[in-house]
């Protein structure tokens, strides 16, 4: 009985975790699909699953900040487009690393703003990220003229460009290493840092922070600039690993972080997150498009599922989990009162 009652807290302690809907979704489609496909459980199709859902896994990265500090910032894509373009165009005319920098600059600047916008202009930040996604595509446009550009032959086999997303070997990607090091460098900042605990301070109860001496204003400001900042190195490893980039590179990006994000246990009111569990969420998502693909669904109806898993995520964390954690309490108590 001893040994039933650790397996039984073990699973409490899972079930309190913020990612153990994201984990549940994902074994549940792994399970589905490899019943359907065996070939679903194959190493290439993993790898495929990892390096697709990389970028949606950066941008959630710099996501679940905003969202654990009560915002949105739905100007993600536009930024990942943009430093991706930035970065090719200006290698055209400065160094490689220049490039890098400057783009970097400017992808922080958007964040800058939304954070001025949101803050001092009290605009909220629905509207506010909404304008600038439109403002950062119409940049977009205005620089390439719908055209594509492309990174040279030399600049492509530089260090840079393959540090950022070049092959290390056996069919691994350098972007799954930089998605998985985001992921646990953030999460452990925003738990176990002082940011991060004004960052979720901000998001529960802005008045009451504003009490305990943390700036609401100042430290969402920093989850604009940081939010903003990691979709602009994601837009860079982009260009990277595709070598062209597209005037609509990253369209429909910002819904798909977001979504993620509350498939991982983010909540939209704020002050509740989790860096490790908004990934799981984008890896969910890229498992499902992958997955669709290996049973011939039709290329479109990917959007249709991704609404469908945003719901049946929601209402995972919402109800199946409480439920589950309110039926492991009782067992748990008879397990340790018999042993």
């Known amino acids: 009985m001893k040994e ?4 039984i807290q073990a699973f409490e302690i899972f079930l309190n975790r913020r990612e153990a809907g994201a984990v549940i979704s994902i074994v549940f489609l792994f399970t589905l699909f490899t019943l359907k496909n065996p070939a679903f459980l194959s190493l290439p199709v993993i790898q495929t699953i ?8 950066m941008l959630a990265t710099g996501q679940s900040y905003t969202l654990a500090s009560g915002e949105f910032d739905l100007s993600v894509e536009s930024v990942f487009g943009l430093a991706a373009l930035l970065f090719v165009v200006f290698t ?8 890098f920098l400057l783009a970097t600059l400017i992808a922080a600047g958007f964040g800058f703003i939304n954070g001025l916008l949101v803050t ?5 930040s629905l509207i506010a990220t909404l304008g600038m996604l439109f403002f950062g595509r119409g940049i977009i446009y205005l620089i390439s003229r719908g055209f594509i550009r492309s990174l040279s032959t030399s600049t492509k086999s530089s260090f840079l460009p393959q540090m950022l997303a070049g092959a290390i070997g056996g069919g691994w990607s350098a972007l799954i290493i930089w998605m998985i090091a985001l992921a646990i460098v953030f999460e452990i900042i925003l738990f176990y840092t002082k940011f991060g605990n004004h960052i979720l301070a901000v998001g529960s109860n802005a008045e ?3 009490s305990r001496g943390i700036s609401p204003g100042l430290t969402k400001w920093k989850a604009f600039l940081l ?3 990691i979709a602009g190195f994601a837009g860079m490893t982009a260009a990277s690993e595709l070598i062209s980039v597209s005037a609509d590179l990253g369209n429909g990006m910002a819904l ?3 979504a993620a994000c509350v498939i991982g246990g983010c909540s939209l009111r704020g002050g509740r997150a989790s860096v490790i569990g908004a990934v799981l969420g984008a890896i969910f998502l890229s498992s499902l498009s992958s997955g ?10 990917f959007i249709s599922f991704v609404g469908l898993a945003l719901i049946g995520g929601v209402m995972l964390n919402k109800f199946l989990l409480p439920f589950l954690r309110k039926k492991t309490l009782p067992i748990n108590q008879v397990s340790d009162f018999k042993s």
Do not use: D, F, Q
């Not at 669709?292 to 109806?301: H, K």
């Open 4 to 7: 039933r009652g650790r397996v």
């Open 227 to 229: 939010c903003s900042t």
């Open 208 to 210: 009451s922070s504003l």
């Open 92 to 99: 055209e005319s400065i160094s490689i690393y220049a490039s």
């Open 120 to 124: 001092k202009a009290e605009i909220n």
């Open 50 to 57: 990892l390096v697709n859902g990389a970028w949606i896994g």
């Open 292 to 301: 669709l693909i290996l049973m011939g669904a039709p290329p479109y109806s």
């Open 256 to 258: 798909k972080s977001i």
